[in-house]
């Protein structure tokens, strides 16, 4: 139980294209979900949590404008990274929670390369 | 601004022996402490959580948490060569609503066959 799913796993793209990673709980409904990205040789840094129905509450530091978040089901979130530079190079994963208090489980992540 | 600090290592410990992973946290206010294993490449993987104080056993795995001294420990028994991976430590307040999680910046275990 509590498999999290995401997709794609790998996305290499040209500066100035928009990318959109999806995040699915497949067998438990998540209310939240959280978006991380993780640099080279960096530990996990908390991007954004994303609420279904409702707008995402975005960290510090983190442009709402350019990575926007989609909560459109219990099952499902969307990251789309909006004109993608180089410096959005990372590893982004997504994860979710089974229940209030309940560990987080996390997707395999998306590597991005922005050339 | 939450912190959770770690020896980033590498640690190495030979095969069977016991490794022991530390680290602390600055949030007096921090609930819930999780252990994760990160495979290089890979994302996070769980490995034990623990909310109170004292030890919690789960196979070779014992997470311990000592709230008064904002640390928590994770101790592998009968360390094998899967087990070389970066431990992540992560803590969150958990104050009735969802919150994501802060992260240590992981220590890098290498079993030694």
């Known amino acids: 139980g509590a498999v999290v799913s995401q997709h794609p796993s790998w996305v290499i793209c040209k500066s100035g294209t928009s990318v959109k990673i999806e995040c699915r709980s497949l067998?438990?409904?998540?209310?939240?979900m959280f978006w991380y990205r993780q640099f080279p040789k960096q530990s996990l840094m908390l991007m954004a949590t994303?609420?279904?129905?409702?707008?995402?509450?975005?960290e510090q530091g983190v442009e709402k404008d350019k990575f926007l978040i989609n909560h459109a089901s219990l099952t499902l979130s969307t990251l789309t990274v909006t004109s993608a530079h180089p410096e959005d190079s990372s590893f982004y994963i997504c994860?979710?929670?089974?229940?209030?208090?309940?560990?987080?489980?996390f997707g395999d992540g998306t590597r991005l390369s922005i050339l | 601004q939450k912190e959770v600090e770690q020896n980033s290592g590498p640690l190495s410990v030979p095969e069977g022996a016991i490794a022991s992973l530390n680290c602390t946290y600055s949030?007096?206010?921090?609930?819930?402490f999780f252990w994760y294993r990160q495979y290089s490449g890979k994302s996070p993987e769980l490995i034990m959580f623990i909310y109170s104080n004292g030890d919690k056993e789960d196979g070779r795995f014992t997470a311990q948490l000592n709230k008064a001294s904002q640390y928590v420990s994770l101790l592998i028994r009968d360390s094998q060569p899967s087990d070389s991976a970066t431990y992540l430590c992560a803590v969150n307040d958990y104050g009735g609503g969802a919150d994501g999680l802060t992260f240590g910046k992981g220590t890098h275990l290498i079993i030694q066959p």
């Open positions: 994860s979710a929670q089974t229940g209030p208090n309940q560990p987080q489980h």
């Open positions: 067998d438990f409904q998540a209310t939240t």
């Open positions: 994303s609420n279904e129905g409702s707008k995402a509450t975005y």
């Open positions: 949030d007096r206010g921090s609930q819930s």
